[in-house]
């Protein structure tokens, strides 16, 4: 049995074209459980889109579908949150936030959500 995961997924959408809109999909048909952040208001697979920070404990993963610069706002709530280790999928590394992560002792990783999903490397 998988261990479920709780990830807090930054840069959700319910647009079905988005990588994000997949990564939703794909975390809960693996029975992880999904904290959705985006700009609009939506649900996706069952899980509520918040469209601001919203208090979370015992947070696995961060999985970031922000651009760099829209990262930003998040930088305190995602230390706060002391997930085990942040993802940054493809389009949103970010050197400035891999420095904060490593001061704050949690993971970054490159790689892609899907992948790592599709490839049970999770």
């Known amino acids: 049995m998988m261990k479920n995961k709780k990830t807090l997924l930054l840069g959700a959408t319910t647009k079905t074209d988005r990588y994000a809109f997949r990564a939703i999909n794909a975390l809960t048909?693996?029975?992880?459980?999904?904290?959705?952040?985006?700009?609009?208001?939506?649900?996706?697979?069952?899980?509520?889109?918040?469209?601001?920070?919203?208090?979370?404990?015992?947070?696995d993963t961060v999985t970031l579908y922000l651009n760099p610069?829209?990262?930003?706002?998040?930088?305190?709530?995602?230390?706060?949150a002391q997930p085990k280790r942040v993802i940054f999928n493809p389009g949103t590394e970010n050197p400035e936030?891999?420095?904060?992560?490593?001061?704050?002792?949690?993971?970054?990783?490159?790689?892609?959500?899907?992948?790592?999903?599709?490839?049970?490397?999770?």
């Open 29 to 59: 048909q693996k029975g992880h459980t999904v904290i959705a952040i985006g700009q609009n208001a939506g649900e996706v697979a069952g899980v509520k889109i918040h469209t601001k920070a919203i208090p979370v404990k015992n947070i």
């Open 97 to 122: 936030l891999y420095q904060l992560l490593e001061l704050n002792n949690i993971e970054a990783e490159v790689a892609c959500t899907l992948v790592l999903l599709a490839t049970n490397q999770y």
């Open 69 to 80: 610069t829209r990262q930003r706002d998040y930088y305190n709530y995602i230390i706060e």
